[in-house]
């Protein structure tokens, strides 16, 4: 059962989420908009936990808070309008949709390997957290999914309680509803979740109009969308239980794949078949297998259980047939 810690003394509670946090476990914390599920970041295994706690049944991008604009721009790129948003809105509700950078140390399961990375500072609590634990933390709504988001430290304890060890209470959220979230490209700003700042009050000072999408947040997450972003070069195929001469094999656990010895290279996404360190693998196995230069990427079969069901939504639609 989880332990919820009331905050009664900022820097013991500060001192036990960090501890929790470096751990690569996962706290559930008050932000100025909703209480969110924060892990490191930068820790694949650490995101891995955020999807299979949530049960989330796809690696949609997270949105990564950070402590303020001087951490924010190690892991994306700003513009002058991005910077000018960021230094008018936080700390606030205000989620960028910026450029990731090459060299960040953001994992790329928190950013569902896409080439952009959703940032956000957060208020109060959240905020002095980042900046003690010193890295970005991944965090989405601290609710199962298809649950609405908690604004409370109980919604959070009735929904999750029995799945995640710490949830701080800092009292109900002042906002109540998620962070706006914008897309800048260039001079362009996009809506891509409206929230808990207003759309004008972003337009007066970026000094033009969102664009938004007529599919709104769905944009991110419609299939056709995300199977652009996500196909490899190779082809991949799935529930391979044996490898044709040159394929590249993604393995998992410990099976034997047949004719596995004229497989070009061997990767294993978890040797002991262990779902959470299979996640965090994922984007990076592609990203190797891929750059190995074979035609056919074989992937050995990865039970439907738990991350699984993330895992293999992943693949299908790395799978999925398109015109090139
Ligand atoms: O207020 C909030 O934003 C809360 C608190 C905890 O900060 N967080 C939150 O996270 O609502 P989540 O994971 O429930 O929603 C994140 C949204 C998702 O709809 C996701 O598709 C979008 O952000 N997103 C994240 N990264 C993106 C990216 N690179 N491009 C487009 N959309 C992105
Ligand atoms: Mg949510």
Redesign the pocket.
Known sequence: MAKVSIIHNRSKALEEACAVLASGELVALP?E????LAGDATNGEAVARIFETKGRPRF????C?MAGIDMAQRHVVFNELARKLAETFWPG?L?L?LSKRMDSSVHPLA??G?E???V?T?AGFANELIDRFGKPLA????NRSGKV?PSRADHVEADLGDRVGLILDAGPATVG???T?V?VDGDEISL??P??LEADSIESVAERSLIRPAWG?A???APGMLRSHYAPVARLRMNASSIEPGEVLIGFGGGSVEGVEHASRVFNLSPYADMVEAAANLFDTILQADRVGAGMIAVAPIPETGLGEAINDRLRRASAPRNT
């Open positions: 932000t908009t909703v209480y969110g949609n991008p997270l949105i808070h509700p989620t949709v950013s569902a896409l952009t990375l959703a956000r957060p965090a989405p709504s601290a988001s509803v998620e962070s979230i897309k891509l979740r929230g808990g947040e944009a991110i997450e």
